[in-house]
């Protein structure tokens, strides 16, 4: 590899983000090593024109779709490592550094890390304590993975086929199933994301997560997810 070739690459898919893009990239731009930072949209001009002022790496596509736009930022990157995060995300300043070195392990394929409310209550910070448990016990058999924060080497990416564009939701945890035919998938216990936690305040606890629960297990059983397509919440 090449010394100028970004060791990560951040990848974001955007639609109607321009409220929370700037935020995140702001954030990026703070961390060490520099990765080199992606984001693809689906029409969105408005989102497009915010996320310029950040990086030169934005890219406006015709067709929708998370899966689309992420594997579409996927054959755009240069890094070896392949770094997904939504929108509405914030990392601490030693991620990437701590990703660089759960990678040096030739046989990690995928990783994923904790993942947190950034405003909420306790009971909600409980339940992602658990949640978050759950995903780290899962990777053990069969490792799971919310699209916050989901890292993939490169190689092992494309030997796969990346994300399967046929479903959009649920694809970031059918991504590390299959991941984790090639090699380990890791849960990285001393990195913590934070989410705006939109969603759950918009819809309510309890609808969020039944969604969840009908998908996953849809999934399981069919090898597909209930509903094709998240509401957008903005």
């Known amino acids: 590899m090449s010394e100028k070739r970004p060791k990560v690459s951040v990848i974001i898919p955007a639609f109607r983000e321009e409220k929370y893009i700037g935020r995140l990239l702001e954030n990026l731009l703070k961390l060490k090593p520099e990765p080199e930072v992606i984001v693809v949209t689906s029409g969105d001009y408005e989102t497009a024109r915010v996320a310029r002022r ?8 015709d067709e929708y779709g998370i899966s689309v736009a992420r594997n579409y930022g996927a054959k755009k990157a240069r890094g070896e490592i392949l770094l997904f995060l939504d929108a509405d995300v914030s990392l601490p300043e030693d991620s990437i550094e701590t990703l660089v070195r759960i990678f040096q392990d030739r046989r990690v394929v995928g990783a994923t890390c904790k993942i947190m409310p950034q405003k909420s209550s306790p009971p909600m910070r ?5 949640y978050n448990l759950l995903i780290r016990l899962t990777t053990f058999f069969k490792p799971h993975s919310r699209g916050e924060f989901l890292a993939v080497r490169r190689e092992a990416f494309f030997e796969v086929g ?3 564009e046929e479903i959009r939701c649920i694809e970031d945890h059918d991504l590390a199933i299959r991941l984790s035919r090639f090699g380990v998938f890791k849960f990285i216990k001393d990195l913590t994301v934070y989410e705006s936690m939109r ?5 309510g606890f309890m609808k969020v997560i039944k969604s969840w629960v009908i998908n996953y297990c849809t999934y399981i059983v069919n090898g597909r997810p209930l509903y094709n397509q998240w509401r957008p919440v903005r």
Not at 54 to 61: E, L
Not at 126 to 130: D, K
Not at 199 to 203: A, E, T
């Open 199 to 203: 969603r759950f305040r918009r819809l």
């Open 162 to 164: 990346g994300f399967n």
């Open 54 to 61: 950040y990086t030169r790496k934005v890219f406006v596509i």
């Open 126 to 130: 409980i339940f992602f304590m658990f």
